[in-house]
């Protein structure tokens, strides 16, 4: 990326504290984007923003502690990056939770409410804000961050697999309705080194990494320069896709 790309341009990445979403907000202010961090702990936001001003030394940073699944949080956090930089032009919708694992005749309901409410519910109502704070008048482009696990089963993460199925499905929708002034796209990893999905590799990194292609885990940084370019003007035809950035995974037929 040049470093003038986002130039003029703002961004909104949520669960920006750490992982893929710093990692989203660190190359899009590389880029030259004034950007909004937003995730629940301040303590948290406030280190991310200092290791991107220390990466990129111009940068104007904004941290916003929310809950991304409380209206009037998210609600907070759009007018903010408002008030502060004057404008919306990139959102990035990166957290995600998944606080249940294993077969679905089991799972508790309420924990699947919860993830639902998180990565699908939570995910539409920043685009609604950005769309009507910005993007309607002025143009915007919009990144969901989904999962390979959203594009075929696991067995062992359904409940997060099945909402991941379904924010595929909701960006090819509002890139159909929102479409010529917003793009819609979604990314879909498959194992990335963070500390969310460390239980998928707990039993040993090279061994999950065996069944790849690429005979590696992803990285943060992985998955952030395809957002970024996702977002740019060079993807100006590119709308309600779902590009996964896998190290091959799903082209081998399997997740396991």
């Known amino acids: 990326m040049t470093t003038a790309e986002y130039s003029g341009k703002t961004a909104l990445v949520t669960g920006a504290s750490r992982g893929i979403g710093l990692a989203i907000a660190t190359e899009l202010a590389r880029g030259g984007a004034a950007v909004t961090l937003t995730a629940r702990k301040l303590d948290a936001l406030e280190a991310a923003a200092a290791q ?6 111009r940068a104007r940073v904004l941290v916003v502690a929310a809950n991304t699944g409380r209206d009037d949080d998210r609600a907070g956090v ?3 990056a408002m008030a502060e930089f004057g404008s919306l032009d990139v959102l990035v919708n990166n957290t995600g939770i998944n606080p249940v694992y294993g077969p679905l005749v089991d799972v508790d309901l309420d924990g699947v409410r919860k993830i639902f409410d998180t990565n699908v519910v939570a995910a539409l109502g920043y685009v609604q804000l950005a769309a009507k704070a910005w993007m309607l008048e002025h143009g915007g482009a919009i990144v969901n961050i989904a999962s390979v696990a959203g594009l075929r089963s696991t067995g062992v993460i359904a409940a997060y697999g099945a909402s991941k199925a379904a924010l595929i499905r909701l960006t090819e929708e509002l890139a159909w309705q929102l479409g010529p002034k917003i793009r819609v796209n979604a990314v879909a990893p498959g194992v990335v ?16 990494a065996s069944s790849y292609p690429m005979k590696r885990l992803g990285t943060p940084e992985d998955v952030a320069e395809l957002v970024a370019f996702l977002a740019s003007e060079r993807a100006a035809w590119i709308t309600g896709e779902t590009v996964r950035v896998d190290g091959g995974l799903l ?3 399997t997740l396991g």
């Not at 991107?52 to 030394?57: K, Q």
């Not at 080194?193 to 999950?208: P, S, V």
């Open 52 to 57: 991107i001003r220390s990466a990129v030394p």
């Open 78 to 80: 759009v007018e903010a």
């Open 193 to 208: 080194k963070t500390r969310f999905a460390e239980a998928l590799y707990a039993e040993g990194e090279e061994r999950t």
């Open 251 to 253: 082209a081998t037929g």
